[in-house]
Structure formats: structure tokens, C-alpha cells
């Protein structure tokens, strides 16, 4: 008689992938806000700081696919404690740009 190794369930971290990359495609549509005006930085003029702007927000969208990209092959590979992290990576930059805001709004409006 064959011996059955038992894997454990994956169904928690499943469930973190997709609702994970579901915030990383939220975060998508704000981006689309933010990219379209982004040109707006070359309204004092064609300076390297406003390409620099310019092109860090349209290269936005290549960081959550690679970690989505990433989650997935780690999940398949079972690799689960990476699988969870590129996954929680994939949404940070937005989660934390709204933390640095929050943070700011209160402090403006505690000084005022």
C-alpha cells in the first residue's frame, strides 16, 4: 500500500491572488486618470524633470504585471509564501501613494 502525502490546502492563498490582483487592476483605472495627464508636465515647458514624470507613470503599469506574472508562476511552482508576496506587491505602490496623501492632508490640516 502506497503511502498518500497530503498537500495542504491552497484555497487562502487563492483567494489573496485574486482579490490582490483584483486592487492591482483597480489601480489601473487611476492610473489611466493620472497618465492622461501627465502631458500636463510639459506645460512650463520640455524640461528632463517633466520626461522624468512622464515616463514614470506610463512605466507604472509594467510593475503590477510583472509581479502578477510572477505570483502566478511562484503559485504554480508552490512557492507559496513568494506566490503571496509579488501578489501583495503588486498593489503597494498605489496603497502607500494614497497613505503619503492621507498623511499629508492630516498634517496640512492639523497645522492650518
Known amino acids: ?9 491552497r484555497t487562502g492563498l487563492l483567494i489573496w491572488l485574486i482579490v490582490s490582483q483584483l486592487l492591482a487592476v483597480a489601480s489601473l483605472f487611476f492610473w489611466l ?10 506645460d512650463s ?3 528632463q524633470e517633466a520626461w522624468n514624470v512622464v515616463i514614470a507613470v506610463w512605466l507604472y503599469p509594467i510593475f503590477p504585471l510583472v509581479m502578477i506574472i510572477g505570483a502566478w508562476i511562484a503559485y504554480a511552482r508552490r512557492k507559496n509564501r513568494l506566490a503571496a508576496i509579488l501578489s501583495g506587491l503588486s498593489f503597494i505602490p498605489p496603497a502607500l501613494l494614497f497613505l503619503a496623501m492621507w ?6 490640516s492639523i497645522t492650518q
Open 45 to 47: 515647458g520640455v524640461t
Open 1 to 9: 500500500m502506497s503511502e498518500i502525502t497530503s498537500q495542504p490546502k
Open 103 to 108: 498623511i499629508q492632508t492630516t498634517f496640512w
Open 33 to 42: 486618470l493620472m497618465a492622461g495627464l501627465s502631458v500636463m508636465a510639459f
